[in-house]
Structure formats: C-alpha cells, structure tokens
C-alpha cells in the first residue's frame, strides 16, 4: 500500500477527492448553478454506470459526478488534469494529445447521457438537457477565455440554434482574473491552488479538509490508486508482449519469404508450426 502520502497537498483538482466532494448535494448544487446561471431545486446522483455498460458494450465508461435535477436535466462534471501526481493519477498523457480529444470526449459523454435518458417506448421529445461541463487545470482551446460554451448552431447563420438541448462547458482555471463573475473567478481561483474568498469556496475546502483526514476515504483512496497503477502495469505488459509478437511475426515472414521451411522457422521463431503455416 501506498505510505507516506502527503495529504494537504492533495487539493480539489484531485478527481477522486473532487468526485467525494461533490457526494455533498448542497455543494454540487451551488457549483451547477455558478456554472449553468441557473435556479436548481433539488438533484439527485443517478447512478448509471452498469447500465451505461450494457448499452454501450464497445467502451465501458464512467463518468465522474453525474447528477440530475428536478425537472430531468442531466449534468456530468468532469475534472480534467494533465500529468497529475496526486493519490489517483488518472491521466499521465501530455497536455496536448488531452486537449486535442477534449472535444471527442464530449461528444461520446453526449451519447452516454442521451443514451440512459432515453428509455425504451419513449419519444424523442422526451429528452431533457445535457450538459457536459469539463473543469480544467489548462487551458483547454489555448484563447485565454475563462469559460467556453459551446452549442450546435447554423453555420450559415450563428443566431440559429439546432435546439438539440445539449450544452458543453469548459471551464479554465488559469484564466480566473478573465471573467467579470465573481463567484465563478473565485471558485476558479481556488481549483487553481489559490485560498478559498468565497462563501462557497470555504465550504468546498472545509469539505476537502472533512475527507482528507477521514480515514476509510484515505484507504479507499490508496487502495484505487494499487488498483490503477496494477492495471496500468498489466497494458503496459501486454502491449509490450503484443509488440514482441507482431516483431516475431515479421520476422517469420522474412524467413519465409527466403524460402526457409516452415518447421524451421517455427523452431527458430518459437512460433507453432499452425501459426508459421498461417503466414505463408
């Protein structure tokens, strides 16, 4: 198990401690509407992974905070990091390749929450809101905006909207000063490493302190983290073997393309002699 962990250091930016976090209903509420401008009455956690699994059997995923509100709208927020050596290091790949799949990201959590909104014998019409809402530690379309907000419109006219009710949301801590809401500059701000100034951003870290120093969080934490770095090593083991057997394969051919005999080169490769058969 992991030791020596430095728990202050691990903040909000922290998916794992971001997603125990947002658990508060009260909390994630306050950050859909300083996100969305909206009134929210209640929401709810809609717990969709084992269905989302069923469905879309090609790619299981699970979405980070996933809650819905009191007219049916969906929200998932998701906090995206790049090369993040916290507890749970979900993503080490470089800022660039994530920000150039940010969009596609989108696109497939679209079809997730479209997918589980609507049930078998329901109509279209039947849909409701989707909001995808990405809260990044990077900037994530490289303008400097502070938020970006993106929905389908005409292209031969921009005031016309496709109507198709789904929004996507990104926020960018780094461009906190940039953006004349208050509330919102703050929150950023404090997903940035800076001190909470808010009403809101005080319960938030007031929060992420409760979690930190709960012990059953810090073993679940540790635990997920042997999880993912065991499973990392085991893709990492097999792309490795898949490598050394796609270069033996080469290799094979070579022979045979030489004109070596099909026993031979099963001995010299250790290939089976049904695979060497295989490749002629």
């Given at each position: 198990m992991?030791k020596?962990?430095?728990?202050?250091a691990?903040?909000?930016?922290?998916?794992?401690?971001?997603?125990e976090?947002?658990?508060?209903k009260?909390?994630?509420?306050?950050?859909l509407?300083?996100?969305?401008?909206i009134?929210i009455?209640?929401?709810?956690?809609?717990?969709?992974e084992?269905?989302?699994n069923?469905?879309?059997s090609s790619k299981?995923t699970?979405l980070?905070?996933?809650?819905?509100?009191?007219?049916?709208?969906?929200?998932?927020?998701?906090?995206?990091?790049t090369?993040?050596k916290?507890?749970?290091?979900?993503?080490?790949?470089?800022?660039?390749t994530?920000?150039?799949e940010?969009p596609?990201?989108?696109?497939y959590y679209q079809?997730i929450i479209?997918?589980n909104?609507?049930r078998?014998?329901m109509h279209y019409?039947e849909?409701?809101k989707?909001?995808v809402?990405?809260?990044?530690t990077f900037?994530p379309?490289?303008l400097?905006?502070p938020v970006y907000?993106?929905?389908y419109?005409?292209?031969?006219?921009?005031?016309?909207?496709m109507g198709d009710l789904?929004?996507?949301?990104f926020?960018?801590?780094?461009a906190?000063d940039k953006?004349?809401?208050e509330?919102?500059a703050?929150?950023?701000r404090?997903v940035?490493?800076?001190?909470?100034t808010?009403?809101?951003?005080?319960q938030?870290d007031?929060?992420a302190?409760r979690?930190?120093?709960n012990?059953?969080?810090?073993l679940r934490?540790?635990?997920?983290d042997m999880e993912?770095?065991d499973?990392k090593?085991h893709?990492a083991?097999?792309?490795?073997?898949k490598?050394?057997k796609?270069?033996?394969?080469?290799?094979?051919?070579a022979m045979?393309?030489d004109?070596?005999?099909?026993?031979?080169?099963a001995k010299l490769?250790?290939?089976?002699?049904?695979?060497v058969?295989a490749?002629?």
């Open positions: 992991q020596n962990i430095d728990w202050d691990v903040t909000i930016s922290n998916n794992f401690l971001f997603q976090i947002l658990r508060n009260s909390l994630c509420k306050q950050l509407e300083c996100v969305l401008h009134q009455r209640t929401i709810r956690y809609t717990e969709t084992k269905t989302m069923a469905q879309l299981n699970r980070d905070v996933y809650v819905e509100d009191n007219y049916g709208n969906i929200a998932d927020i998701e906090m995206q990091t090369n993040n916290g507890v749970i290091n979900y993503d080490e790949r470089d800022e660039k994530v920000i150039s940010l596609l990201r989108t696109r079809n479209g997918t909104m609507l078998k014998g019409r849909l409701k989707a909001y809402i990405f809260i990044c900037d379309f490289t400097g905006l907000h993106f929905t419109r005409c292209r031969e006219n921009c005031n016309l909207q789904t929004e996507n949301i926020l960018n801590v780094k906190a953006t004349d809401d509330e919102l703050a929150f950023l404090y940035n490493g800076q001190c909470a808010t009403s809101f951003t005080r938030l007031k929060e302190m979690i930190k120093n012990d059953d969080w810090r934490a540790m635990t997920l993912i770095q499973m090593y893709i083991k097999r792309e490795r073997e490598g050394r796609e270069r033996t394969i080469e290799i094979a051919k045979l393309a004109g070596m005999e099909i026993s031979k080169v490769t250790k290939l089976s002699t049904k695979e058969a490749l002629v």
